[in-house]
């Protein structure tokens, strides 16, 4: 039986409880108080996630997640290596700044170690949405170059 770990991060209505485990499939989740309950299976390019049970649809573009809750979508936009900006509808409500740690071979969970900051403009299904795609598909985006690396890397050891 897979021992769960569990983090707690700096929320904007108060702590945001992360739990994961790393055997035998990865599955993280995300709560806080007044949040809706956000389970995530994390990998940049086929994660997927549900909202208090219901599955939500998620896409991917270039270097844009895309989920869509309701009459809210929204994106997470990779704008650099580390570096990700999270909008609902158009507007941009975070940023969030990953880590180096995030692409160690091994890690299973793409934005675990990533810290992101909200605007003013924001509710609770917004923090938990946003939060989850960040743990789920992390924040930046490797590039070719890194990919490439960490593929041979994964591959030789």
Known sequence: ??????????GP???????????PSVVARVQGSGMPTV?????????AMNIN????PTTRKSRTRTAVVGD????LRATSLRKAELRRNGAVIAHAQGSFRSYAPGSSIPGLHAKVTWSQAIDPTDVAVGQAMVLAFGAGAPGIV???????T???T
């Open 53 to 56: 049970g219901h599955s939500v």
């Open 39 to 47: 389970t995530v299976v994390p990998d940049r390019d086929h994660g």
């Open 13 to 23: 209505f108060g702590p945001i409880q992360v739990s994961h485990d790393r055997w």
């Open 154 to 156: 994964d591959n030789l």
């Open 72 to 75: 809210r979508t929204y994106e």
């Open 146 to 152: 890194l990919r490439t690396v960490f593929f041979w």
């Open 1 to 10: 039986m897979p021992k769960l770990q569990q983090r707690v991060v700096d």
